[in-house]
């Protein structure tokens, strides 16, 4: 489960919209697994991504970082601020693992498996291969970043992901959203909807 959070819910500083539609889902989808890791973004105030932490520049300008290009962001999901908070009616009474992801001040984090800089794992494919688990379901938000991006490096890591479609929601930031299923099919990632899980 991705980042599914206050700030990324309608009336949140990084809303998606119909976010919180998934919740429900997701708590029904959840009893049907065996193991369940979820992913919270948890970025120190003043962090690199933010807007706010670039004088003249505004929410989703892009700028250079030292390990490539970043959108630069509202201020979100700051540690322990309500924002960060998981969304509410989240109910995972069966949640093993929680990675925390985007604490390093200068590194933003859209991947449950590595942060942006890409060299940086968040240490989720070695839980997942100590627990002998080879096939990930992501839900959560938003589709075509943070789901996306663990969905990539997933595959990348070797293992078999599949995107439950209907329990994730978009930014769809200037086609983000197509471009997103295009790298995701392209790396053989699955696409379904929850009605057809097994």
Request: glycine share 12%.
């Amino acid at each position: 489960m991705v980042d599914l959070q206050v700030d990324f819910l309608p009336g949140g500083s990084l809303a998606v919209t119909e976010g919180d539609a998934v919740v429900p889902l997701v708590n029904a989808l959840a009893r049907r697994f065996p193991h369940v890791a979820l992913t919270q973004d948890w970025h120190p105030p003043g962090h690199l991504s933010f807007a706010s932490s670039h004088p003249g520049r505004r929410p989703f300008e892009t700028t250079r970082l030292a390990y490539g290009e970043q959108t630069l962001w509202p201020d979100h999901c700051v540690m322990g601020m309500p924002g960060a908070a998981l969304a509410p009616g989240l109910d995972l009474p069966g949640a093993e693992l929680v990675i925390r992801k985007g604490f390093r001040h200068g590194i933003d984090s859209y991947s449950a498996f590595l942060e942006a800089d890409r060299l940086t794992p968040t240490g989720l494919a070695g839980y997942l291969r100590e627990r002998g688990i080879r096939r990930v379901a992501l839900v959560g938000l938003a589709t075509d970043y943070c789901v996306a991006w663990s969905a990539l490096d997933a595959r990348a890591a070797g293992f078999e992901a599949v995107v439950i479609e209907d329990a994730c929601r978009a930014i769809d930031l200037d086609g983000s959203l197509a471009r997103a299923w295009r790298d995701m099919e392209a790396a053989g990632v699955g696409r379904m909807a929850s009605g057809t899980l097994g």
